[in-house]
């Protein structure tokens, strides 16, 4: 369990990219500036999970809801305006990547190892001051939360997606980060899956009071309901926002 209750917001996010198609182009027109987000506004708390809904952006014409992820995380190379706080404090790249977690399901992993040698490994590398019985007490109960009991044994190239999703969620909440931001972490995986991920996603953050920050097209209803906010999003601006 987290030390203290918190609060992330942001507030009045905008943002803008300048447009350069080609080197030629710009000899015969000016930049072009679009804008991606216009004033989107997010509030999560302790143990809550905050759904961001909007479309694919496979061009220019997303929903933005992206781009929000990376601005929250420090990682969007545009310019934006607005406030991003944690605790009514400024959320910094550095201070994000020490205390939050951004899940890269793409990530690469070392295949020829188990889940149980994998979390130990990531475990070593990102948590400091656990002896060796804290990072397994800390690993089993991940173990236990996301189902991943019966595939502790087998190695990570022989998972089927669910698991490796599952385990990729588990190598970042190992460090018990407060805010933890998912981008489409339910593709690739059928409804039954899904709901797996999702429902262990639920019970660890209120079992520890992180927050979550979730990215994805559409919602079923029984994934909406482990929803505490939601905020969707066309075309870069709010539809609606608040709670479910």
Not at 53 to 59: E, F, L, P, V, W
Not at 120 to 147: K, S, Y
Request: charged share 15%; with cysteine.
């Amino acid at each position: 369990m987290l030390d203290e209750l918190y609060v992330f917001e942001c507030r009045n996010v905008s943002s803008t990219c300048t447009l350069t198609p080609s080197k030629w182009y710009n000899y015969i027109s000016p930049k072009v500036t679009a804008q991606f987000l216009k004033e989107i506004s997010v509030l999560v708390q302790s143990g809550e999970i905050h759904g961001i809904i909007g479309n694919a952006g496979k061009t220019l014409l997303g929903s933005g809801k992206t781009t929000l992820l990376k601005i929250i995380a420090g990682r969007c190379c545009g310019e934006f305006t607005g406030t991003i706080t944690l605790n009514q404090q400024q959320l910094t790249r550095q201070m994000f990547d020490s205390i939050c977690a951004f899940v890269n399901f793409n990530q690469a992993l070392i295949e020829t190892i188990n889940i149980r040698a994998m979390l130990r490994f990531q475990a070593r590398i990102m948590v400091c001051g656990l002896n060796d019985q804290e990072i397994t007490e800390r690993i089993n109960l991940l173990l236990q939360e996301f189902d991943l009991i019966a595939y502790q044994n087998i190695l990570i190239r022989d998972l089927n997606e669910s698991a490796r999703k599952r385990l990729l969620l588990c190598m970042h909440l190992i460090s018990n980060p407060i805010l933890i931001i998912l981008d489409e972490p339910t593709t690739c995986i059928n409804a039954l899956n899904n709901y797996q991920l999702m429902y262990a996603l639920s019970l660890h953050i209120k079992r520890t009071g992180a927050m979550v920050i979730i990215a994805t097209r559409t919602l079923r209803s029984d994934l909406y309901q482990l929803l505490s906010r939601v905020t969707i999003l066309f075309y870069g601006e709010t539809i609606y926002s608040g709670k479910c």
